[in-house]
């Protein structure tokens, strides 16, 4: 079965270019010709845990890995890591700064949409060790 | 009532003229839905055109021209009612006030002459029972858009189709004048609706969009559009002639300020913002469909920088318009003219709503296959392979608006490879080595 892979870079506290993988890979969804209401799915996933990037993580990559039955994204960074991801899956929970909030983030709902678009989210995430998150759809 | 195109023939909204083009490729890589190709040094539209008027600003030879209904209105084509965009009232300097416009129509030669502002303030309240209802009701998606803007309602429906849940299925004002034109008319003088024709004066081609395919209703109620700058001499000698005394402009300031950006959102009591201009409306609606935004309530989008005064079919200087604009508006006060009780009425008798309950707007467009989306994921591979042997200048010497376009275009075999002039460089290169 055929497969698309792609890799992108997201830097840490580069907010100006916050947002573009996401929507690279909205477009590339697009040229495949999938339906709108998953890219759309795709798409709110793959920003909110670029943001996440942005603001904690480090410097990280995005992989995105599309096939005929699903569709993955990868974000790994070698950030601080998560110290209590149910507490990350809560809404409204933030560690962001004062100055992200000021910026118009930080809302702590960036890992509850995630749940709510996604099919499956895996967390592997350690303390001091960076972040993994796999966020998978169906296409059904 | 004007027909809707069938599938068959892609309708035109702008021509070129061949014998002032000089096969630049500047159109081709305006246009925001990489409809243009130039192939044999001459443009040709070879996908959806949204008929945004970009590619008629930016050609340097003025080559390329939008399709409008023709000048032929005054001569007995029974064109008995005009309704004009409110963009037309401040084209004419400070001291012409927006009933001096309307009087000058009526000398031009039109029976009948609808003002628009005042039924876009009632528009301005209907929205607002539209947005409250769903924020009452929990009624995502949020941001309501706007659907006042027909290029941006067609942008939408092409290239972010899961953003069409988001606009309301409500009849647009100049619409909503047709209608009603149509019906007080035929009721008063006995006539059947199809011998009364509305001509709609428009600040850009868009508007074409409405009478030949719209998107929000089964059929337009407009049967024609011409641009503002097709009658603006006429219009302006027959304004210094007006002897006539009667009053036809009857809305305050809030209607009138609609054609500059942030005019329609100027009349709305809720969480509003104003985008305007192409690129920024673009990103805009990226964002949307990232899951942003979702906290505001409306979003006014306009295809032309600075709104409706920016149409390619405008002809005073924008910023100079939004000043007389603006004049207005202080001078006729920003509080609405119309009875909310009677609107209120009127829109939960459905006046408001389109004709069509099936919109295409809720129907599901087919899923597809997973053979189709296997072939969608070897074709955008293939895409990949051929832009690694390009060097991604964006020139678009090939005659496709960038290198990825023409990569698909390579693929779908409507442009040779051979046509990049650094993939032959760069091959002549090899062979020497």
Redesign the interface.
Known sequence: ????QRNFKVKFNDFMKA?DV??QI?S?L????????L??RV??C???SEMNVVMHGGDGDVSLI????DITVHVRDDGPGIENTEQAFQEGYSTATHEHREMGFGAGMGLP?IKK?ADTVEVNSKKGKGTHLKISFN?? | MAESSTESEPVQYVEIDETRCNGCVLCMKACPTKAIRVRNNLPSIEGVCIACGECINVCPKGAIKAVTTGNDYLNGAGYSIVSASTALYPQFGEKVMPNDVLLGLRKMGFRHVHDQAYTNEIFNVAMELYVRERLVEMKSPFPVISSICPVVVRLIAYRFPSLLEHIPPLVTPREIVAREAKRRFSAKYGNSSEDVKVLHISPCPGKMICIKESVLQNNSYLDGAIGINSIYNSLKQNILEVKEDIVLHHSGGIGLGWAMSGGEVAGLDMDCLAVSGIQETIRYLEKIEMGLLHDIDYIEFRICTEGCLGGPFTVADKYQAKQNLKRYVRMFGVEKRVKYEYVKKLYEDGWFFTDQKKIPLEEKPPRISASEISKGIERQNRVEDILRLLPRKECGVCGSPDCRTFAEDVIDEKASLESCVYWQNQKRKMKLN
Do not use: C, T
Not at chain 1, 30 to 37: L, R
């Open positions: 079965m055929p497969e698309l947002g996401s929507i909205q590339i697009k040229a495949i010709g999938f339906d709108p209401d890219i759309r798409s709110v793959a920003y909110e599309v096939g005929p039955k949409n678009s296409v059904e």
